[in-house]
């Protein structure tokens, strides 16, 4: 298949075999084997902005793409766990590439909101890629079997090459916000083709160059929505657990962190090897700081790790034997995720000091891209330590907290 993908992209790549993407072992495996070739193509991937074609055709043929796709459409519907395993992969070959599959896996989880048949229309074949920012910033006017829609949206990672984009909107009745049972203004995100959006390029950033995050609006002022082409995250269409809650597009997000830290701890580590001082010091692989530096970094990470994998299980059987999740197993799927970013960034700025001098140089080492990475990454609302108040607020039972059905 990537054969066929990438002679049709006219690019001269040299690409690894892939296996039949049909289920979790063998997409896990595809993206094990790209890993190494991923990192090959960073250095392109953030000179471009985007990911290049043939990087997102060697994506699809990877099923990177399909992981939330159902199994009654010849999907794999991969458990959320599944997913940050694969996306960590893919993240130790390339954060960008890690974070696009993150957002462009969403048509799978999409669809399952939407009536199937519309559904099916939208996401015609398995390889779908989703993009778009959900928060509600947009404006959507009931209008006859629809909605009016404008406004202005941010963080449209995978612009370059998704399928379809998705905005979240504020719905509006006769000029006003409509009011929903729980006492807030009515979410909806709308979803058309790639075509019915205008890019503007704004990715100009810090880090995750290669995402191409870009803002985006309309066409026109305004764009006509029919209302089967809408959804709400509180009414899924679609029985399974990948539908029951609406934070399902943030659970696979601690893969991307989980890469970048093991990548960036592996690279020193090979480099320790090496390494050696100056004025007489041996290998630095037997200097007591820096074993100690490694030691430090292997132990956040296998931390961070175990509380992601620990409560992504717990929530998963809570969820598949019906039951309700307690406030505590709520609060630790966004912890962990939340500690997951905090920590790479930690480890990142750790391995950094580690390497010394080096560490600058962008051609001897990823460090330099890793620590911009982390950085951008840690300013997402998920890796941001004011999320903090909202868990504990939860936790405390507090009489005033924000209600996000994200959490």
């Known amino acids: 298949m990537i054969r066929d993908l990438l002679l049709r992209s006219g690019t001269d790549m040299v690409f690894p075999e892939l296996k039949s993407p049909d289920d979790f072992d063998s997409i896990l495996c595809n993206a094990k084997t790209l890993r190494p070739w991923l990192a090959m193509q960073s250095e392109a991937i953030e000179s471009a902005r985007k990911l290049p074609e043939g990087v997102v055709d060697a994506l699809i043929a990877a099923g990177a793409f399909r992981m939330n796709m159902p199994r009654i459409w010849g999907g794999p519907e991969l458990t959320s766990m599944e997913q940050v395993e694969v996306i960590e992969q893919l993240s130790r070959g390339d954060t960008s590439v890690g974070w696009c599959v993150m957002i462009g896996c969403d048509s799978g989880i999409y669809s399952g909101f939407l009536d199937d048949s519309v559904a099916r229309d939208l996401y015609p074949h398995l390889d779908m890629i989703q993009a778009g920012w959900v928060y509600p910033v947009g404006r959507a006017e009931e209008i006859d079997g629809g909605y009016r829609v404008s406004g202005q949206w941010m963080f449209c990672s995978g612009s370059s090459h998704a399928d379809m984009i998705a905005a979240g909107c504020t719905v509006y009745r006769n000029g006003e916000p409509v009011i929903g049972a729980a006492g807030l203004p009515e979410w909806r995100l709308v979803i058309a083709p790639r075509s019915h959006w205008r890019i503007s390029d704004t990715w100009h950033t810090t880090g995750l160059k290669g995402t191409a995050s870009n803002d985006y609006t309309t066409m026109e002022e305004s764009m006509v929505i029919p209302r089967e082409h809408t959804f709400s995250f509180l009414e899924p269409k679609r029985d399974g657990i990948l539908w029951q809650r609406p934070d399902t597009l943030l659970r696979k997000m601690s893969g991307i962190p989980l890469g970048l830290a093991r990548r960036t701890i592996d690279d020193v580590t090979e480099l320790m090897h090496t390494k050696v001082g100056r004025q007489g010091v041996g290998h630095y692989r037997e200097i007591p700081r820096i074993q100690s530096a490694i030691a430090d970094a292997e132990m956040m990470l296998g931390s961070a790790r175990s509380y992601v994998f620990s409560a992504l299980e717990t929530q998963w059987r809570k969820q598949e034997d019906g039951g309700s999740l307690t406030n505590q197993e709520r609060a630790d799927v966004w912890l962990s ?67 996000s059905p994200m959490l």
């Open 337 to 403: 995720r939340l500690n997951a970013f905090q920590s790479a960034r930690r480890i990142t700025v750790l391995m950094y000091d580690t390497l010394g001098g080096d560490a600058i140089y962008t051609r001897k080492s990823a460090l330099d891209r890793g620590l911009r990475d982390a950085t951008t990454m840690c300013q997402h609302i998920v890796g941001q330590r004011k999320e903090l108040e909202n868990v504990g607020a939860m936790l405390l039972e507090a009489e005033q907290r924000p209600s």
